[in-house]
């Protein structure tokens, strides 16, 4: 199957330049100049219920659930980090072994590297590790504009056996990105004609602006089977350009532009009640996801935390991981929730 080509320069080239460029957005990713500064995700003012007579044990709260037709033992998803570049291999293999022994989800990162220099592949196989989880992969929307279709999501998804892929969108961060990809004029339209055409599962995912309230209106009847907020407040891409590009933050004020997640997820879920929705975008404690949980969401995407555990082995993310369903478990129990379904009611 031909793919598409990239104009000014070769293949080859062209490859070396993404899979520098995953290896730079990783170390900028670990940088404290990579999250907002002024723009909070707007949970720590949601309030949490508190019931002194629970009238449940703290063991019995239970977090499975299913999501996109796999079961979970939490709505917790590790949300798309890498690939492509030389940690990635180590950091997706990591991250997918912890998912398993833990029962959870895991979103990969972008897969277009993967799709134009098949050297990069092996850095997203992750199926033998974690042959049993809910396993999403991803691709830019932005490629849908340069030749890419429903043969090359399709593709995406068999050659890692994934379950599903997200397509996201990331319009200000290709804006401040050297070399990023501009031209976005038709591709809601281009959204209708192709999704329709994959038979698998898509979702729709910012990177950590946030989805509005107009956009799930547009994409509404494209035939995704989620969306993933991805709100503003935890890592901004916007910044992450611009430390890979210049070495610092330059136009910060471009760089805290964004919906929060509080509110991206409120926006979403009265225009479109009744598509599934994941709550990403600075989730930080079991608290962050619960109050995710009681705004509509059906699960939580975690990515930035869990970077540095994945760079040091898979024991490491499942601690980190099992602190946060530890701290999620305690919120439910405390607000006298039995369930997921009881929290999102």
């Known amino acids: 199957m031909p793919l598409p080509t990239q104009p000014h320069a070769s293949a080859e080239s062209a490859a070396e330049t993404v899979q520098g460029r995953k290896l730079r957005h990783i170390e900028a990713c670990l940088r404290p100049e990579s999250q907002y500064q002024t723009v909070t995700t707007g949970l720590e003012g949601v309030r949490w219920p508190y019931c002194a007579l629970p009238e449940l044990d703290l063991d019995a709260v239970d977090l499975s659930t299913q999501f996109l037709g796999k079961a979970l033992s ?35 990162g972008s897969q277009r590297v993967m799709l134009e220099d098949p050297s990069a592949l092996s850095s997203f196989q992750v199926r033998p590790h974690a042959p049993d989880i809910l396993l999403i992969g991803n691709l830019g929307a932005a490629q849908l504009l340069k030749g890419y279709g429903a043969a090359e999501i399709t593709r995406a998804i068999e050659l890692i056996g994934a379950d599903a892929l997200a397509i996201h969108v990331n319009p200000l961060q290709e804006a401040l990105q050297h070399g990023g990809d501009t031209h976005w004029a038709g591709l809601a339209a281009r959204l209708g004609e192709v999704v329709p055409g994959v038979p698998y599962p898509l979702l729709l995912k910012e990177v950590g602006h946030g989805l509005s309230a107009g956009v799930a209106r547009t994409v509404a009847a494209a035939g995704f089977a989620a969306l993933d907020v991805a709100g503003a407040g935890g890592t901004s891409w916007a ?107």
């Open 74 to 108: 939490a709505p917790v998803l590790i949300g798309a980090m890498t690939g492509g570049a030389r940690q990635s291999g180590r950091i997706n293999r990591n991250l997918a072994l912890a998912a398993q022994r833990l029962g959870l989800g895991l979103m990969l």
């Open 239 to 345: 910044r992450v350009e611009a430390l890979v590009r210049y070495g610092e933050v330059r136009s910060p004020d471009l760089c805290e532009i964004g919906l929060p997640t509080a509110q991206a997820l409120r926006e979403v879920r009265a225009a479109v009640p009744q598509m599934p929705l994941i709550a990403s975008g600075g989730i930080r404690t079991g608290l962050d996801a619960a109050k995710a949980l009681l705004l509509g969401a059906q699960a939580v995407a975690v990515a930035r935390p869990l970077l540095a555990p994945a760079l040091e082995s898979a024991e490491a993310v499942e601690a980190w991981l099992e602190q946060f369903i530890h701290e999620l478990r305690v919120a439910l129990f405390v607000g006298g929730f039995a369930d997921v379904a009881a929290a999102q009611r």
